[in-house]
Structure formats: structure tokens, C-alpha cells
């Protein structure tokens, strides 16, 4: 993975986690908001409730009150005080009167409790009603909820007392309205709430009792546990029902204990919110976060790459100019843009390229002037050999034209064969070197290595055997199907020869010379190795060097012709050499040589050994 | 042929002779005596009983007795064309129907030249009616009785001669369900039924026969008895519960229904009240009754003639509710007390209270003597007083000044 893709994924990833944290900490806080709204309209809810409860309750008992101070009813109470009044002449009035007055429940009763006359339930009459009869400030108490007996069963009622007294005797009016579906039905409710009563008329949660304003609930089985939660605790809870997978469908249900004169629960209200509009805006806000994340992301992506570049394009130039210098341009530059830490680095690298340079320079000037005083060394060494017998037979000559004229002449034959015996060891001299000055230029065809080899070994074979002589083992260990390569033929017979040459030198005493040629990648390989007594590590440095020889009469130039002809060719030549136990030549040739001959360096692989 | 006053059995005419003032007048022709019903009879035909409440019935036999002879020893009319003292002369079925006087009758001409009879009238209207005097003899259900006399309806009232009572319609004999039709017998305050429900017109009964007929009705206990009952519903597990069907159409059986729930809760009995049709047959309620209210009428002063007829009624009504050899005519008032404890010891039948007829009556109605037990309206008997007796406001404005309640002898 490139820098740059680091880099970028870097961005992504701290873009995505901000992205991520502003989408989940809007959605948190628009969910608080929506909660405290939806709390809000609930408390609302339950305070129109409360008020509109007590509304009512101030208008039953203010509808009691009207029917006790009614001319009828006050009839009625002093009827019924005098003694032995006959009570049945009012057993129907409740009914009218209740009509009249717009209440559900009415029951005129006695002094004693018992029930006059009831409008809920007609068939009661005669019956007591104890607890009206129990000391209590009627008046001052206004309406209560309280459990009704009905001749439909029990009921919910908001009920209201009311006194008529005549003398001693009292006649209690009782009246309310019906806690239900109708009052249920005239509260205003804001759209995506409702309201449910719980009547809680039985000992054991009945389904049929929770009502809204049409009748019973649906599904009223999921409020039981909360019903039952509030008959442990009366207090007002708030819990969440979901009426399916879909949240949208949840509500939240604000219950709101009802309880009566002795705070048993008579009643629980629901207030209900239906989370549909919340989690509508909560979608749709979300869906915006994500599209604007989306967007976000996208422009993140962008200015990522783009910054990513931006920040990597130096790097990236370093790298280009690194590799080049590792291909050999040692040239290489970068541009340089402000001053920061890749600026300061490319001024580096431009200043660590132009050391390189300037030290190769130095080196090269260095090695040119060791190659001078080398060659001047050779010179003067190849030259001096021939020189000093020419100067001791010119001397000699001399010598013998002064002292002795009769054995001049012979003199002069031997000394004058002797000089030009030593000037032709000086024209093979400068030969050779011009040979070397002159190396040819390969000319490229398909060979084979193996072919090559064989054919130089041939060439040898007598020489490996020839008597006085220790011998010369050769070993072909030639691979098959060797790839052909481009190469010319001659000059890699030479180089061979050169290497084969040296092994023999390196083996006075004989021993084992051994070709073996392989396949490797994009060419082939040749390693030239011999049991000789082995290089120094100083020998195996210079041994390419022309004109450097560890032998007594070596020219100095054969491994410098063979390390010539690989680099024309385009390959490399390596030495392995353990001092005592041989020497091994390696060469690497590419299947096809490119078409500028390489200049190589030289390589010094050295395996050096303690003795 | 002019007709005669006719003579009332069992000594009834002499008491109700004993009205003095309007039944000195001497008896006078003419005129059209406009009756209002509550029943919406569909046809006048003898052969077809009308469905509905026993009140139905009882209207059409009435109108049938006036223009039919009868016939058949059970009372029962032949459709003789010009059997009765009237003859039938328009019909408009479920609204009216005009009677004109049979001259031809053989007991002699009714006193009134025609009767109007509408019918479907609620008691609201007939009642107002009454008031406004646009009409001359109404029904008056017994409940009502008390608040039409206190708006000064003049009020003409028999003995007690109907029983309401609760039948049991299956027969059960295990000692449980009589134990728990007992518990029911005594948790009912029949006296509150009376009093409340009736308005004090009518009397509580444990018997079978009022004590006005048979004398021994105070030997049945009719007041209620609390302990009693709990103290019996205790000893039956699982608590009884019955259904009690009423007639629908009768709010007094709805009224005395909801009462006996009430009375039996007390008692730890369950008791549902569920309004079904009159006859037991055609009850089609989801709650099939256990027990149901009935209306049964008093058809002879007789009392062992009339035990046998209200044996014989509830027989029909129940199939086998009372059975056993019918009472000679002659029989003792001992053997007629042994029958009706016979009868009731199971508890199959359940008597509440006795309840009288009443009649709502117009100033200008003179000679009208209610029924006797089994007898039909004398409306060939009565005449209409006043000089325009023959028009609908005949009487005038000092109509008013002359209604009085008639109240039973008793």
C-alpha cells in the first residue's frame, strides 16, 4: 500500500468517525428534544385532564346542589320527615330528575340511608347506602370519583353529595356523571394522542374495562402489567407500548392513578403518544444527517485525495529521484517548495545526491590516476625486463669492441641477436596492450552457453593432461535445454579461455576445474571454478583491475578482457575465493543484452575463510 | 227490544251498586262510547290467538265477547255472525274498530249506539285523552294507577284477579335446585313489589288463589326472609344462578325482574334479568331462561274452579308444572289449600303478587261495573249520561268536576 493510500485511508477513517459521531450525537440530542416535547404534551395533556376533571366535578356538584334546593326535592324532605311517610310515591322521581339535570347517576336517599329512589339502578330502592349517611362535610368535599352499582353492573362515576335537611332529618342527594367513553370522548386531544380509562371496578384486571372514547380498547391485555404496577404503586408512570416491529407504531402511555374518598385506585388514565411523528422526524432528520454526511463524505473524499496528494506529491518525487539514483543517476534532484520537514528532506536528499556525485567524481579521478600509476607501473616494469638485457649487450658490445676486435664480430652476433630478441618481447608488449586498447564490440547471435563450453574444454584437454604436468580434472556440469541467449560467440570463447587459463595457473599441482551453466532469471549463468590455492581478499578486490597480476609473467590483462566482455554483453561477473580451497568465477549473462552495452561496476563478493 | 240491567253474579253487582249517585240516574240510549287500547290487534277473527302479552289477548277476547255469542263452555266464542250485543260495522286492523249496537241482541239493545275502539294507544296518550276527555273507558296499567288518580282520573278497579308469579320452566329435581328456587321464594320482598312497583294497587302473594277468593292465601308466606334465604344459598355450591326471562314488552315485568336480581343478590343468589318474548315457546335470547315471569288471569270467583283454570294455564305455558287430578267443583276449602301446597312445595312456581284491573273512565260513563274473574267488559250495559251524550264532548266542562276515583270495595 502506497503512502498515499495510507494516508487516504487515514482521512477516511477519521472523516467516518466524524461523520459517525456527528450523525449518532444529533440523532441523541434530537431524540432528548423529541422526548422532552413529547413529555411536554403529555404533562399538558394530563393537566387538561385534571383540570377538565375538575370542571366537571364542580359542575356535578353544582348540579347535586340545584336538585337539593329544587322546590320538589325540599317537598320531598319534608314529606319524608313526617312519620310513616310512604316513601313509594318517589320510587321514579330519580329518573326525571336526572334527565332533567343531565346526570348518568342519582339517588334520592333517606335519613337512614336507605335508598329512595335511583336512577342507575331503579330496582335498589329500599336498599342502604351506608356510606352516605357517614359523617362528612358534603359540601365542602364537592366531587369525588367513587365505584357506582348500576342494574348494568358497576361503573366509574364522578359523584357529588348533597343535603336537604328538614328538622333532624336529612334527605341526601347523590348524583353524578359516568366516567367513560363520553368523557373520555370530550377531551380535546392534539393529533397522535389519545386517551384510555381503566376502569377498575374488579379485583382482577378485566380487558373489557379499559375504554377509549369509542368502547372498549384493543389490545388492552398489554396494559395489565402497568395497571398492576400502579395498584402496587399508585403513582403516576410512564412506560412505552410497541404494537409491533415497526417503532412508528409505538406509543408512550402517561398513567395517571384515579383514586377515591378512601384513596382505593378506582381508575387509571392513559395518555397516550404515538411516537408515529417523532419517529417520522427522527427518520427524516436522520435521513438528512446521513445525506449530509453522504455529501460530506463525498467532499471528504475528494479534499482527502486531494490533500493526500498534495501532502504525498514530495514524497512521492523523492521516491522517483531515490530510484533513479539506485539505477545509477546519481544526478538526481527534486524540486524543493517551502521549508517544511519535506522541503528540509528533498534539500537533503538533493544534498546527499550531490555528495554522491561529487565523491563518485573524486573516486573516479582517484581511480583514474591509480590507473595511470599502475599502467605507467606495468609499463615500466614490462618495459624495464626487455630494456636492462639490451643495455647489458649494448655494454657487452661496447666492451668487446674496446678490449677484444677478433671476438667482436661474434660478439656483435650474439649481442645484436639478443637485442632483437628483447625488441620483439617489446613489440609483443605494446601488442598486447594495444589488443586490449583495441577490445571489439559483440557481435550478437543465438548461443549456447553449453556449446561454448564445451568446445573451450576441448580445446584444453591436452594441456589438462600433458606429461610432466599434474593433471587437470575437468568437470562439465552443463544443464539442459540451457536457454539460448544473444551473445558473441568468440568473445565469450575468449572470456572462457581467459577464465580456464587462470584456473590452470591457480593449479600448479593439479586438481579439479569445473563448468557449470544454469538457467536463472532473464539468462543464463556460469560458474568457472577451480581447487587452487585461492585469491586474498585484496587479490580477489584488484583482480579485475588491467594490468594487476599475482602470477610472475601474467600481463595483467586477461581477467580485465573477460570482465570487458560480460560487460559488453550486458551481464556481471562476480569471484568467490577462499584462500586454499579454490576459486569460483560466476557470471550472469541476459538472454538478450540491451542495446547499449551496460557499463558495470565491478562486484566483489569475497567468502573469505579464517585459515 | 229494550234492555234491562243486567244482573252481576256473586253479589259483585251489590257492592259496586253501592255507587249511589250515578247509578240512580235512570239508564238512557244513545250516543258513541269511544274506547282506547293499548293493544294492537290484527285481526278480529275467534279463531286466532293474537301474539304478544297477555294484555293482547285479554283485549281481543274482550271486543270478541261484544260481537260474538258465546258458545263453548270454556268461554271460548263460536264466530256467530250476529252472535253479540254488537255488531262489528268498520275495521282497520292494528288501528280502530267501530262497533254499532245489535239491535236484534236477544238480551235486549245496548244502551250506547256504537263503540269506538282505537287500539295501539299508548297509556301516555290514552291517559291524556282521558283528561281531555276524548275518550270514555281506557285501560290503566296497575303502576300507574296511583299517579293517574292523583291527576284526577277517574279509575274504575277490580278485585285482584291477575297473578304474576315466576315459573321455573325445567324441572329439576335434585334437592340443589329446589333448594336454590326455595332460597329465590324467600329473598323476595314481594311487599316492596307492591308497594314500590305497584304503587300499592295490588297485594303480595305466596298462593296460588288471592285471599279474596280462596281465604287462605295468608297461610303461604309472602314476606321476605333474608337469613332464610342466605342461610339456604349457602348450602348449595357453586352458588345458583338463573336466568329469568320477562316479557320484553311489559315494562311491569322488567320492573318486578330487576327487583327479584336485586333480592336475590342479597341473598348471595345470581339472578340475571333478560328481557325475552311473551310466550316461551318463541324465545329466541341468547341466555336461555331458567325461570320466567308470567301474567296469569283469574278466570272464575269460583276458587277451586279457578285453581283448576290457573293450573290449566300454566300447564299450557309449562307442560307439566302443575300436574295432578283436578278439584271438583264442590271441593273443600281444606282439599283447595292441600292442591295449591301440593303444587308450590316444589317451588316450580313461584307466586309474587295478585294484581287488579283498572280501568280509566270518563265522566259520561254510567253503569260500568269491572269484570268479575272470567267476565267479559258490560259495555252492552253502560250507558253515557249527559245530553250530548251522543257527541265527543258530551259531558262538557263539568266533566272533570264529576270524575272520581272508583276504588275497589275492598
Do not use: C
Not at chain 1, 542495446?595 to 573469505?608: A, I, N, R, S, T
Not at chain 2, 287500547?37 to 261484544?66: E, R
Not at chain 2, 320484553?248 to 327479584?260: H, W
Not at chain 2, 348471595?268 to 334479568?273: E, I, N, Q, S
Amino acid at each position: 500500500m502506497t503512502f498515499r493510500s495510507k494516508l487516504f485511508l487515514n482521512f477516511i477513517i477519521a472523516l467516518l468517525l466524524a461523520v459517525g459521531l456527528v450523525t449518532a450525537g444529533v440523532t441523541l440530542v434530537t431524540r432528548r428534544v423529541f422526548d422532552q416535547l413529547n413529555g411536554q404534551h403529555t404533562d399538558a395533556m394530563v393537566q387538561q385532564f385534571q383540570h377538565e376533571f375538575e370542571r366537571r366535578g364542580q359542575d356535578v356538584a353544582h348540579r347535586v346542589k340545584a336538585i337539593a334546593e329544587e322546590e320538589a326535592t325540599t317537598r320531598m324532605a319534608v314529606d319524608l320527615s313526617r312519620p310513616n311517610a310512604d316513601v313509594s310515591v318517589y320510587v321514579h322521581d330519580a329518573r326525571g330528575v336526572s334527565s332533567s339535570h343531565q346526570l348518568n347517576f342519582l339517588d334520592f336517599v333517606g335519613n337512614d340511608g336507605s335508598i329512595i329512589s335511583s336512577q342507575e339502578y331503579p330496582a335498589r330502592f329500599g336498599y342502604k347506602l351506608a356510606w352516605v349517611t357517614q359523617p362528612d362535610d358534603w359540601a365542602a368535599r364537592g366531587a369525588f370519583l367513587m365505584k357506582v352499582d348500576t342494574d348494568q353492573g358497576p361503573a366509574l362515576g364522578l359523584m357529588a353529595v348533597s343535603t336537604v335537611r328538614v328538622g333532624d332529618r336529612d334527605l341526601y342527594v347523590v348524583g353524578g356523571e359516568r366516567l367513560g367513553k363520553e368523557f373520555l370522548g370530550s377531551l380535546v386531544l392534539p393529533t397522535d394522542m389519545r386517551a384510555l380509562l381503566y376502569l377498575n371496578l374488579a379485583p382482577d384486571f378485566q380487558e373489557p374495562n379499559l375504554i377509549d372514547d369509542k368502547g372498549p380498547a384493543p389490545d388492552a391485555d398489554r396494559f395489565q402489567p402497568l395497571v398492576e404496577k400502579i395498584e402496587a404503586d399508585p403513582v403516576e408512570q410512564t412506560e412505552k407500548i410497541s404494537w409491533g416491529f415497526d417503532p412508528s407504531n409505538a406509543e408512550v402511555f402517561h398513567a395517571l392513578p384515579l383514586v377515591g374518598r378512601q384513596k382505593e385506585l378506582l381508575g387509571v388514565l392513559f395518555v397516550g403518544s404515538s411516537q408515529r411523528t417523532v419517529v417520522s422526524l427522527e427518520r427524516r432528520i436522520r435521513w438528512l444527517a446521513l445525506g449530509v454526511a453522504a455529501v460530506g463524505l463525498l467532499l471528504g473524499l475528494l479534499l482527502s485525495w486531494w490533500g493526500a496528494a498534495r501532502v504525498t506529491r514530495p514524497v512521492q518525487k523523492l521516491v522517483a529521484a531515490a530510484r533513479e539514483v539506485s539505477h545509477g543517476n546519481w544526478g538526481s534532484r527534486v524540486e524543493v517548495h517551502g521549508h517544511d520537514e519535506i522541503a528540509q528532506l528533498s534539500k537533503s536528499f538533493n544534498q546527499m545526491t550531490g555528495q554522491l556525485v561529487e565523491q563518485r567524481e573524486k573516486l573516479v579521478q582517484v581511480e583514474r590516476v591509480a590507473a595511470w600509476r599502475e599502467l605507467a607501473r606495468r609499463l615500466a616494469h614490462e618495459l624495464k625486463n626487455p630494456l636492462f638485457p639490451l643495455q647489458t649487450t649494448v655494454e657487452n658490445l661496447q666492451r668487446a669492441r674496446e678490449q677484444n676486435s677478433l671476438q667482436f664480430d661474434e660478439v656483435f652476433r650474439e649481442s645484436t641477436g639478443i637485442m632483437l630478441g628483447e625488441i620483439d618481447n617489446l613489440k609483443a608488449i605494446v601488442s598486447r596492450f594495444s589488443d586490449f586498447a583495441k577490445m571489439p564490440q559483440p557481435e550478437l547471435a543465438p548461443v549456447n552457453l553449453n556449446d561454448i563450453a564445451r568446445n573451450v574444454i576441448k580445446l584444453f584437454e591436452a594441456q589438462f593432461g600433458a606429461v610432466g604436468r599434474p593433471p587437470i580434472t575437468p568437470e562439465l556440469h552443463l544443464q539442459e535445454n540451457l536457454p539460448i541467449i544473444q551473445a558473441d560467440a568468440t568473445l565469450l570463447h575468449r572470456a572462457i579461455e581467459n577464465l580456464i587459463l587462470n584456473a590452470m595457473d591457480a593449479m600448479p599441482a593439479g586438481g579439479v576445474l569445473m563448468l557449470r551453466t544454469q538457467t536463472i532469471e532473464h539468462g543464463v549463468s556460469l560458474e568457472v571454478s577451480d581447487t587452487g590455492s585461492g585469491l586474498t581478499p585484496e587479490e580477489s578486490e584488484r583482480i579485475f583491475t588491467p594490468y594487476y597480476t599475482s602470477k610472475q609473467h601474467g600481463s595483467g590483462l586477461g581477467l580485465a578482457i573477460v570482465q570487458a566482455i560480460v560487460a559488453d554483453h550486458g551481464g556481471r561477473i562476480s569471484v568467490e575465493s577462499e584462500s586454499g580451497v579454490g576459486t569460483s568465477f560466476h557470471i550472469d549473462l541476459p538472454s538478450s543484452p540491451p542495446h547499449k552495452p551496460q557499463v558495470f561496476p565491478m562486484v566483489f563478493e569475497k567468502k573469505e575463510v579464517e585459515a | 227490544m229494550l234492555r234491562r240491567l243486567a244482573v252481576i253474579s256473586l253479589g259483585l253487582a251489590l257492592l259496586f251498586a253501592a255507587i249511589p249517585a250515578r247509578t240512580s240516574r235512570p239508564p238512557r240510549y244513545g250516543g258513541t262510547l269511544r274506547v282506547e287500547l293499548g293493544a294492537a290487534l290484527a285481526s278480529l277473527d275467534p279463531v286466532n290467538t293474537p301474539d304478544g302479552s297477555s294484555g293482547a289477548a285479554m283485549a281481543k277476547n274482550q271486543i270478541d265477547s261484544l260481537i260474538y255469542a258465546p258458545t263453548g263452555p270454556d268461554g271460548t266464542f263460536a264466530g256467530a255472525p250476529i252472535g253479540g250485543p254488537f255488531i262489528l260495522s268498520s275495521w282497520q286492523p292494528g288501528k280502530s274498530a267501530t262497533l254499532k249496537a245489535n239491535e236484534k241482541f236477544p238480551q235486549g239493545r245496548p244502551f250506547v249506539d256504537a263503540i269506538e275502539i282505537t287500539l295501539g294507544r299508548a297509556f301516555r296518550d290514552r291517559l291524556l285523552d282521558l283528561e281531555l276527555n276524548k275518550t270514555d273507558l281506557t285501560e290503566i296499567p296497575p303502576q300507574d294507577a296511583r299517579h293517574a288518580a292523583e291527576r284526577g282520573v277517574r279509575l274504575s278497579q277490580s278485585p285482584p284477579d291477575e297473578l304474576l308469579a315466576i315459573v321455573f320452566l325445567n324441572d329439576r329435581a335434585a334437592a340443589n335446585e329446589t333448594r336454590a328456587r326455595q332460597a329465590l321464594s324467600v329473598s323476595l320482598d314481594r311487599a316492596a313489589i307492591v308497594t314500590f312497583l305497584l304503587q300499592k294497587t295490588g297485594e303480595p302473594t305466596g298462593a296460588l288463589l288471592p285471599q279474596w277468593s280462596s281465604g287462605t292465601a295468608f297461610l303461604f308466606p309472602a314476606s321476605a326472609d333474608l337469613p332464610r334465604a342466605k342461610e339456604l344459598s349457602a348450602q348449595i355450591s357453586p352458588s345458583p344462578k338463573f336466568v329469568l326471562g320477562y316479557d320484553s314488552a311489559d315494562p311491569l315485568e322488567q320492573s318486578v325482574a330487576e327487583r327479584i336480581a336485586v333480592n336475590a343478590k342479597e341473598a348471595g343468589l345470581m339472578v340475571t334479568a333478560v328481557g325475552a318474548p311473551p310466550s316461551p315457546s318463541t324465545a329466541k335470547s341468547d341466555s336461555v331462561p331458567d325461570a320466567r315471569l308470567v301474567r296469569v288471569p283469574l278466570l272464575s270467583s269460583q276458587p277451586a274452579a279457578a285453581l283448576n283454570d290457573l293450573l290449566r294455564d300454566l300447564n299450557a305455558l309449562v307442560p307439566g308444572i302443575a300436574s295432578g287430578v283436578a278439584l271438583p267443583e264442590s271441593a273443600s276449602p281444606q282439599n283447595i289449600y292441600n292442591r295449591e301446597r301440593e303444587v308450590l312445595d316444589n317451588y316450580r312456581i313461584v307466586p309474587l303478587v295478585w294484581i287488579p284491573q283498572v280501568y280509566g273512565l270518563s265522566a259520561r260513563v254510567r253503569n260500568w261495573i269491572p269484570p268479575a274473574p272470567g267476565q267479559n267488559w258490560p259495555l252492552a250495559d253502560v250507558w253515557l249520561d249527559g245530553p250530548n251524550a251522543g257527541g265527543p264532548n258530551a259531558d262538557g266542562p263539568d266533566a272533570k268536576a264529576t270524575s272520581a276515583p272508583i276504588k275497589d270495595p275492598e
